[in-house]
């Protein structure tokens, strides 16, 4: 297995700040906070769109990292999934943000 260490550095840079924010804003909240926010965690419109899009973004990167391009390419695949769902949530609320959305999820296809 070989490792780039660019890649490595990148990834505990981009994956262990916002994990650590998150963690201490989390602790920092009172119990009753705590409960609403893994209430939110574990619904399903959470879970089908920030969901899908973290855990897309961390197979591809450690698909990257790791170079396993099954994993790369299943990370995609979620992400494209968590866009696809976001865009279809967003168009009853917003039309114009779903369609900025759209054309924000075909530029990182397609460069």
């Not at 197979?59 to 968590?82: P, R, V, Y």
């Not at 039309?95 to 397609?110: C, D, H, Q, R």
């Amino acid at each position: 297995m070989n490792i780039d260490t660019d890649v490595l550095i990148m990834f505990l840079i981009m994956w262990g700040i916002p994990t650590f924010m998150v963690a201490r804003g989390y602790f920092k909240m009172s119990e009753e906070e705590q409960k609403e926010a893994m209430t939110d965690v574990k619904s399903p419109r959470f879970i089908f769109t920030v969901g899908f899009l973290v855990i897309g973004f961390l197979f591809a990167m450690l698909g990257d990292l790791l170079k396993i391009d099954s994993m790369e390419m299943g990370g995609n695949i979620f992400m494209a999934i968590g866009g696809i769902v976001s865009i279809i949530r967003i168009w009853k609320i917003n039309k114009l943000g779903s369609v900025l959305l759209f054309l924000l999820l075909l530029l990182a296809i397609f460069t």
